[in-house]
């Protein structure tokens, strides 16, 4: 194990438990919610990763202009059914996290979508400059990765399990990078970056 990871406290973590899984039927921990079916693409990355990580999920258009009523029974319901975090997008004029923060003691991590005429600069800004008194937690512009990947790490800090799975993952990111400066090094950078286009 290379020193220069995080987390080295977890090492000791076994593999086994970093296999299991959620099992059948199991409650959902995370919700992914999003303002439109169209911001789909950009939060399915946020889905995988939680499905990468055995953790479930449930996954909801819930719109807090099309539909607000809806939108407040979900997130006054939430922390109730068990959810721990939620993953929120939207696109323009993007109120949905905001709004689900507003409703819930919950964690929200909010996602901005790329949007056609700003390009999810107003989305950004719409999720991001929440005033103080109510987080949401932004990521990128189409940050669904980073999004559900975030979501992992909070529920990780009361389970060791999926602590363990994270180190995992971490160690892959590390392991490939070594592996791409070793190749960088061998090749040079000009017959590296043909093999990058072929
Ligand atoms: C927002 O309006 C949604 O989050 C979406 O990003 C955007 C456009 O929605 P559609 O017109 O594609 O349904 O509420």
Redesign the pocket.
């Given at each position: 194990m290379p020193s220069s990871l995080p987390f080295p406290s977890l090492i000791a973590m076994s593999a086994a438990a970093a296999a299991a899984g959620p099992g059948e039927g199991a409650s959902p921990r995370v919700a992914v919610v999003?303002?439109?079916?169209?911001?789909l693409p950009?939060m399915q990355p946020a889905v995988a990763v939680l499905e990468q990580f055995k953790v479930a999920v449930e996954v909801r258009v819930l719109?807090?202009?099309?539909t607000p009523l809806e939108m407040v029974a979900f997130a006054e319901a939430a922390a109730g059914r068990g959810l721990k975090v939620i993953i929120a997008?939207?696109?323009?004029?993007?109120?949905?996290p905001g709004m689900v923060a507003a409703l819930t003691p919950l964690p929200v991590i909010g996602v901005p979508?790329h949007?056609r005429a700003l390009s999810g600069v107003d989305?950004l800004h719409s999720i991001v400059q929440m005033p103080a008194g109510i987080p949401v937690a932004t990521v990128a512009i189409g940050g669904g990765t980073n999004a559900g990947l975030l979501a992992v790490q909070i529920l990780a800090t009361a389970d060791a399990e999926l602590a363990g799975r994270l180190l995992e993952h971490r160690r892959a990111l590390h392991d490939q990078v070594i592996t791409k400066d070793q190749r960088l090094q061998e090749l040079g950078s000009a017959a590296y970056l043909q093999g990058m286009g072929s």
């Open positions: 999003m303002g439109s079916d169209s911001d950009t719109s807090a202009h099309r997008g939207a696109g323009g004029a993007a109120h949905l979508v949007s989305s």
